[in-house]
């Protein structure tokens, strides 16, 4: 039996509480530095404090990091493994509401196979997928980050990338090619792009219950309704521990190590003006409404800050959806990524994209940022009948879609988008009229070009006859054919890249007094710095998860084995 005695008024002579273990009764209080006087008080069972709770490791968030960690440390031989999530039971972070999508690296169809749950020998046939080389992964990374993504984080995230995938395969992950949303169908055959073939079973629902069936097997405790307050830490600022908010009441909780995996800033509208800028706390939040910086203040004092912390992941949004969190039920069908099929237009009634310069994957996460430029913060999406067809069913479909415009006419649905607006309505139709002038004038000079969405076609608005201030570049074709369809639009924000800076190959938290990694502290997830700046390539974040997180869940547990901290 373990009991904890306290000095109520002197709070103990070293100023921590004592920890006794017995059979029967405590120690004689003049052998430990007791006064008597206070011995009614100390003996009275309903006036001592609950036995010190001590854990291998505590893992903060419930998400695809969190698990990650926590599997991965239990794996290593932890015990007591410990993962606390501030959200309610089923809940996973902003996990549980993406897409399930991982970028990695693969030699091709044939190395992909084995590892999906989706495709029959004779679907497989009929497919055409390019590798991905640990080039390409680089590549993309340096080109949508203009160059600023950390080049050791950016090595490491590619080389230990087809690693995790293999890892969460394993575990019980159940990975699908996603035909969906990376592949379209063009003369009977699946031309897969973008350089990211993978997804997960039901998505982030399915990925947040394969993570949770897997860390149960291996010994993993989860606690839901915990919100992490503060780290403990000792003399010489290890971290020892995290002081939770346990049934509504404040609750010390001490491991050897700490894994943070609690997300960003992005469903807290302050931080968000704070730090990205003003008409940042207008933005939709595409997840989890728990991700609210407390990593980041319980870490004010101890770690070094990095990264873009002016950037954040952000993508065209439905604007009937929910505005300060994810549905549960719909996640991420609220996504609009249909752009590059059709064009986008702000309520003046212009375009301010090039919705064709690359594919969608590696401009969905910055035009959110776009749309919230615009007046009002708001878009609306147009397509004709050549492309509505093509559209995802998943998010443009009947059961997702809750508003939607279709008009006859051009001019019909001038006036249905823009109402009474008549300088709109007419910019509207300038805007198309211009538009449509430019794509057939490139049909003109380029009669071979074909229009395909599984390629960069070259189907533009530029030519040497005309050419439009803002291009389309790729997929560009004429809007003239009835009927018409818009949907309009606003900013998601999926999650922040400003971050903590860590080792890349230890995950372990640099101290910001020292340059120094904090003992007992470890970082992954969206709290991580360094690695994505103003854009991301699609799939690369739920990927980086668990690279980190697994780096941070195998060093946590070489310290608990080395024994580097001091027992509490």
Known sequence: MRIVLVERRLHCRSGVPRVYTTETTPPPPHEIGINPVFLPSLW????????????????????????????????????????????????????????????????????????????????????????????????????????????????????????????????GVQFTLSFNRQAYEVNGRQKFWGGMVLSVKDGGKGLVQDHQRAAKNAGVSIWFETPALALITNDSGAVIGVTVLRYGKPTDLYSTAVVLACGGFEANPQMRAQYLGPGWDLAYVRGTPYNNGDGFRMTNDLAKAIGNWSGCHSTAWDATAPKDAGDPVLTNAFTKSGYPLGIMVNSAGKRFVDEGVDFRNYTYAKFGREILKQPGGIAFQI??????????????????????????????????????????????????????????????????????????????????????????????????????????????????????????????????HNENPIPGLFCCGEMVGGLFWGNYPGGSGLTAGTVWGRKAGANSAKSVRAGQLQEV
């Open 44 to 171: 009275t069972i309903d006036n001592l404090p609950e036995p010190m709770m001590h854990f291998g490791i505590i893992v903060i968030g419930a998400g695809n990091a969190g698990y990650s960690a926590a599997t991965t440390a239990a794996q290593h031989g932890v015990q007591n493994v410990l993962l606390i999530e501030k959200g309610p039971e089923g809940t996973g972070g902003n996990t549980y509401f993406t897409a399930g999508a991982f970028r990695t690296v693969f030699r091709g169809l044939e190395d992909v196979l084995p590892l999906v749950c989706n495709v029959t020998p004779a679907q497989a046939a009929k497919i055409d997928m390019q590798p991905y080389t640990e080039q390409n992964f680089l590549d993309d990374l340096a080109r949508v980050t203009d160059g600023r993504a950390d080049p050791v984080m950016a090595e490491t995230l590619v080389r230990h990338s087809r690693d995790a995938i293999a890892w969460l395969s394993l575990i």
């Open 383 to 512: 397509w004709d009948d050549r492309t509505i067809g093509w559209l995802r069913k998943e998010e443009y479909g009947g059961a997702v879609l809750r508003e939607k415009v279709v008009a006859h006419s051009l001019e019909e649905l001038a006036q249905k988008l823009f109402a009474t607006d008549q300088v709109s309505q007419d910019a509207f139709l300038r805007t198309i009229e211009e538009y449509n002038q430019a794509v057939r004038a490139n049909r003109e000079q380029f009669p071979g070009r074909k229009w395909n969405p599984a390629m960069k076609d070259g189907l533009s608005t530029q030519s040497s006859f005309k050419r439009l201030s803002l291009p389309k570049s790729n997929w560009a074709l004429p809007i003239d054919q009835a009927p018409f369809l818009a949907v309009k639009v606003t900013c998601g924000i999926t999650f922040t890249f400003g971050g903590l800076k860590i080792e890349p190959e230890t995950a372990a938290v640099i101290s910001k």
